[in-house]
């Protein structure tokens, strides 16, 4: 007997939408062995080429000598390792706020916190570009929902004198990202930042792909514009240019207090491993050092070689983060650029529908630190070629 949802797989299959797993054979970094070939990757989010290194390799496995693989409870049993509290001390640092909590995923950390600050009560506004781990939680959280165009300041500010009107004994979350994955586009932050404040609403920024990225020694959009102090709750994620893995959010402490004692998806979870924690924190440390901020400055080197080389009307005028959208439209030009890519040695992803709206796939290209020229180089003259 067939399963009730074939039917639906084949009809992804026809509209070009189906997913499938690929078995990539090497370690973290430009170089990527796949399908039997060697590709130039442009698509990880690795973007201070991080994952790989041996310090970071050096503190995990110094960790796991030391605590063992599993965390073997949940944090609030007995899975709080010194590692944990180390690295939620280093991240409140980083971030300059009071505490920090690290969760098993950035997809942990947004569903966890959305649930515990708001309720059926409550009201959550976000940017119509907010990642699926934003767009989750707010709807588990059962409060009232309304999106704002994207970056559309006067919407939001309709929908917070709405929420004022309406709801006026509710909590009220703005959420929104300061870089987002599929655009590379940054948020008008210092404008959200006024009028959160002018409402008295609370704001959740999700820095994922501005950590490592912007401000100074990579503290995210928030420092880079000294609003650091306004964000009421500031999530992000180890995955990325920290080369780790888990996410974290930080803010005041009774923030915090709140979330050891109301965000499910870290109550009723087991630790992180220890290894991962001291590897976050070894990121962290080289991030504050004078050798991670030459390797921040290094990839927005390669960005500009990249956007000196780049053919117009592809791609945005201006690259605001290491995340660069080749717009194609249909889904099955956005395949097939993929396709023609792979053929001349770069590994690049079509991303489509439901990842973005239906008719706005892309290939989504990102840039590292660890790109050497020649291969930007190789990369922007492929994309002349393109079609
Ligand atoms: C990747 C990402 C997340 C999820 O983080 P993970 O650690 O991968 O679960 C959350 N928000 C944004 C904007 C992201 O890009």
Request: hydrophobic share 45%.
């Amino acid at each position: 007997m067939p399963l009730p949802f074939e039917n639906e797989l084949d009809d992804l299959r026809q509209q070009s939408l189906l997913r499938r797993l690929r078995e990539v054979q090497s370690q973290p970094g430009t170089i990527m062995d796949y399908a039997g070939r060697r590709l130039i990757n442009f698509s990880s989010n690795d973007y201070l080429g991080l994952a790989g290194e041996p310090f970071l390799r050096e503190a995990a496995k110094q960790a796991i000598d030391t605590y063992g693989v599993g965390a073997t409870a949940s944090r609030l049993v007995c899975g709080t390792l010194t590692p944990h509290l180390l690295l939620e001390q280093q991240l409140a640092e980083f971030k300059r706020a009071e505490a920090a909590l690290s969760f098993s995923s950035g997809y942990a950390a947004a569903l966890g916190t959305l649930n515990a600050l708001a309720g059926k009560k409550d009201v959550i506004i976000l940017d119509k570009l907010a990642h699926a781990s934003l767009i989750d939680g707010a709807r588990l959280s059962g409060a009232a929902l309304r999106v704002f165009p994207h970056n559309d300041v006067e919407k939001l500010e309709s929908h917070l004198q709405w929420a004022r009107e309406e709801h006026p004994y509710a909590r009220v979350v703005v959420v929104t990202e300061s870089v987002f994955s599929m655009d590379g586009d940054r948020a008008p932050l210092a404008e959200i930042v006024q009028i959160k404040d002018r409402y008295g609403a609370l704001l959740l920024l999700d820095e994922a792909h501005a950590v490592g990225v912007i401000g100074p020694n990579g503290r995210g959009l928030a420092e880079r514009l000294g609003v650091s102090g306004r964000i009421d709750i500031q999530m992000g994620t180890l995955s990325k240019a920290l080369g780790v893995s888990g996410g974290y959010i930080c803010g005041r402490r009774a923030l915090i207090d709140w979330l050891i004692n109301r965000a499910r998806s870290f109550v009723y979870t087991t630790a992180p491993p220890a290894a991962l924690a001291a590897a976050a924190t070894a990121a962290l440390e080289f991030l504050e050092s004078a050798a991670g901020e030459a390797r921040r400055k290094r990839l927005w080197e390669n960005l500009k070689m990249l956007a000196a080389g780049l053919p117009p009307g592809l791609t945005p005028a201006k690259l605001q983060s290491a995340i660069v959208p080749v717009m194609l439209g249909e889904e099955n030009a956005a395949l097939e650029a993929s396709r023609l890519f792979f053929e001349r040695g770069f590994f690049i992803p079509a991303i489509r529908y439901p990842t973005v709206a239906r008719g706005t796939a892309r290939l989504r290209l990102t840039l590292s630190a660890a790109h050497l020229p020649e291969q930007i180089q190789a990369l922007t003259k492929a994309l002349w070629n393109l079609g």
